[in-house]
């Protein structure tokens, strides 16, 4: 099965989700004063606090309430000592992987890591030499440019090709960049662009991995934030004997929990986890934190009907900011997402209409319409004349956003 639906018109499926959790995203709780960086850091980013911040990856969601209840429990305990990584970590882990992925781990595979950015700069140092070439495929995640360039690595560019408004992977130059590179960076569903990778466009990944012997590092942080209808597939799952892959997973962007850090890499082959073990002992990436440990089990364990109804919510919500920008502002074009709560907005045209570069695009949103974006600019080749905007937060929220621009854009 593809990821091609037409997202934009599909009619997310209700059975068997749960109104309180729908109840639940609706309910506006406010997160001023409790160190947000979203909220209470935008005063840095934005140079004013009267923004309605959609930028960070984290939601204002609260979390699954056994996430909360799991992390009461142990905080009632009035010691917080060195700890060790609980079983519960990888039963968890093994039990979601298969449930929710069809993907069979074992419990050697995985390697516990504070967060995914630490594990990309694990792996540049664990597979490459310094001066040696990594891949990425702007526009991406930005934290991917400095784990190649500020661990004196050589950034091989392959950047996505758009046609209109679907973004694919360009293999034809990723075929010339592996000749030239030992380590592929791939974002697997791809932030900022939304696409979920088919099995198709996977398979092709690994063919020109394979003949060319790159060590493919997959980052499936959004792996479980698909829309109905959509599937993701591990990279892993369509590997062959021999392939060098390695797949960063973890719950925190799936069940809102990203400040705790915990996240995990899963890597197959003994050999190659061997130079990344031996990364993260030099790294001191060893210790697990009472929280982040318990918070990271009881969500894989019990959040699984929290995580159906979030889908749907967020898919009525980008059904609607699509619908808006098309029928009231069609001079923004929104990049139909397949995967994240994170929304591409193509402002191509409104720059060329009002002789607008980058600073001045992200000034416009912010001093006119009052949102506070991430500007395309940050994610590398291809992201000018873009802004990011992240829809996870009430529809309220949202739909005060999308107003503010919708009057902006027409102002
Ligand atoms: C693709 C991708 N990887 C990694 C991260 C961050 O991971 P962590 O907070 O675990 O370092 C993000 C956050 O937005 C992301 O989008």
Request: proline letters at 6%; aromatic letters at 10%.
């Amino acid at each position: 099965m593809t990821a091609d639906l037409n997202a934009t018109t599909s009619i997310p499926d209700r059975t068997g989700i749960d109104d309180t959790f729908l109840a639940g995203f609706d309910r506006p709780l406010s997160r001023e004063g409790t160190g947000a960086l979203k909220w209470d850091g935008r005063g840095g980013v934005f140079a004013t606090n009267d923004v309605l911040p959609v930028w960070v990856a984290d939601m204002d969601f609260a979390v699954p309430e056994a996430v909360s209840a799991a992390l009461m429990a142990r905080a009632a305990h009035p010691i917080y000592g060195y700890s060790l990584m609980p079983e519960a970590v990888y039963e968890t882990l093994i039990g979601w992987l298969w449930d929710r992925h069809q993907w069979r781990v074992e419990r050697d595979w995985i390697l516990p890591a504070p967060g995914v950015v630490p594990s990309l700069h694990a792996a540049v140092l664990a597979y490459t030499q310094a001066g040696e070439g990594v891949i990425a495929q702007p526009p991406v995640y930005f934290p991917f440019f400095s784990a190649i360039t500020g661990n004196a690595r050589r950034l091989v560019e392959n950047p996505l090709l758009e046609e209109g408004g679907r973004y694919r992977i360009d293999f034809e130059h990723l075929e010339r960049c592996a000749a030239d590179a030992r380590l592929l960076l791939l974002c697997s569903p791809h932030n900022p662009v939304g696409r979920v990778w088919t099995e198709d466009e996977l398979r092709e990944v690994l063919r020109i991995a394979r003949k060319h012997g790159l060590v493919v590092l997959s980052d499936e942080i959004h792996h479980d934030l698909v829309y109905p209808g959509v599937r993701h597939r591990p990279l892993a799952t369509l590997a062959e004997e021999g392939d060098r892959i390695i797949t960063a997973v973890a719950p925190s962007k799936t069940f809102n929990i990203p400040g705790l850090g915990l996240s995990a890499l899963v890597v197959r082959d003994a050999g190659l986890r061997e130079p990344l073990r031996q990364a993260y002992a030099h790294l001191h990436f060893g210790g697990a934190n009472p929280f982040s440990t318990t918070a990271f089990a009881a969500a894989y364990q019990h959040g699984a009907a929290w995580l159906d109804s979030l889908m749907v919510y967020l898919a009525e919500t980008r059904d609607e900011v699509v619908r808006t920008f098309a029928r009231e502002a069609p001079s923004i074009r929104v990049v139909d997402a397949e995967g994240t709560y994170l929304l591409w907005l193509d402002c191509r045209e409104w720059c060329r209409v009002r002789h607008l570069d980058d600073e001045a695009l992200k000034r416009f949103f912010v001093r006119e319409a009052r949102v506070g974006m991430s500007p395309g600019i940050l994610f590398g080749r291809g992201g000018a004349g873009y802004m990011r905007l992240n829809i996870g937060a009430p529809r309220t929220v949202i739909r005060e956003v999308v107003r503010r621009m919708v009057i902006a854009l027409a102002g």
